[in-house]
């Protein structure tokens, strides 16, 4: 089991920044795991916005948000990041940290076995 917790949600203006933490904890959080963000923008389906490998050698982003977000891990504390940058409005969604056990299909948010809670972010124009 691996339990992941979201936390750097909040209201920020166009243009802003903001940056995600999730946390993961369990007893097999040192296993080769892919770590990735998706978002769910209100009465939308849930999308991909990037993804790490466990070491954080390898990283994927959607085309949507190259050059603005940047995920990132720290391997000491087993923490994912999510750096936002030139926020829009339309980045308005809440956002998830999930993992996944195995490669490939990094983008497909049905091949994740792990979900946090989510946690909103607000981009005011």
């Known amino acids: 089991q691996v339990q992941l917790v979201e936390s750097g949600g909040g209201l920020v203006q166009a243009g802003g920044s903001l940056r995600l933490s999730c946390a993961a904890s369990g007893r097999r959080t040192n296993t080769g795991y892919i770590m990735g963000w998706f978002r769910q923008p209100p009465g939308k389906e849930r999308e991909f916005v990037a993804a790490?490998?466990?070491?954080?050698?390898?990283?994927w982003h959607a085309d949507s948000v190259k050059g603005r977000f940047t995920i990132s891990k720290d391997n000491a504390s087993n923490t994912v990041y999510l750096q936002m940058n030139s926020l829009k409005p339309e980045d308005t969604a809440v956002y998830y940290c999930a993992a996944k056990s195995n490669a490939g299909f990094v983008t497909v948010s049905r091949r994740y076995d792990y979900w946090g809670q989510g946690t909103q972010v607000t981009v005011s124009s």
């Open positions: 790490s490998s466990w070491t954080g050698s390898s990283s």
